[in-house]
C-alpha cells in the first residue's frame, strides 16, 4: 500500500534555507507526477511546486507564484524521492508540508485520499 513520508523541516530563521525529503513507496513511482503541498494554520492546503513524472519543472504553473524564485522541486526515480529545497524562507512559509501525487485535471488529491504525516517548517525570529 502507499506510503509518504516527509522529512526535513524544523525551525529556522528568515532568509534561511530547508531542504524537505518525501520517500514513497507502494507506488510505481516513476509513473506519476509528483507535488509538495503545503498547509498552513487556519488555510487551505494548496499546492506549492508540481514536477512531471520525466522530471520537468519548466511550466508556468509548476510553482506557486508565492515561492517562485526560492523554491526547487527535485525528484530521483532510482530512489523514489521527491525533494524540495528552500531558500530565503520567510514567516509566511510556516506549515505543514506534504508530498502527494501532482495535481489531475487541475485537482490535488482530496481531503479523504491517502496523506502522509507532513513535516513542519516553521520560520520565525
Known amino acids: 500500500q502507499v506510503q509518504l513520508v516527509e522529512s526535513g523541516g524544523g525551525l529556522v530563521q528568515p532568509g534561511g534555507s530547508l531542504r524537505l525529503s518525501c520517500a514513497a513507496s507502494g507506488i510505481a513511482f516513476s509513473l506519476y507526477d509528483m507535488g509538495w503541498y503545503r498547509q498552513a494554520p487556519g488555510k487551505q492546503r494548496e499546492l506549492v511546486a508540481v514536477i512531471t513524472r520525466g522530471g520537468s519543472t519548466n511550466y508556468a504553473d509548476s510553482y506557486a507564484d508565492s515561492v517562485k524564485g526560492r523554491f526547487t522541486i527535485s525528484r530521483d526515480n532510482a530512489k523514489n524521492t521527491v525533494d524540495l529545497q528552500m531558500n530565503s524562507l520567510k514567516p509566511e512559509d510556516t506549515a505543514v508540508y506534504y508530498c502527494?501525487?501532482?495535481?489531475?485535471?487541475?485537482?490535488?488529491?482530496?481531503?479523504?485520499?491517502?496523506w502522509g504525516q507532513g513535516t513542519q517548517v516553521t520560520v520565525s525570529s
Open positions: 502527494n501525487q501532482g495535481p489531475i485535471a487541475g485537482r490535488m488529491p482530496g481531503q479523504n485520499d491517502y
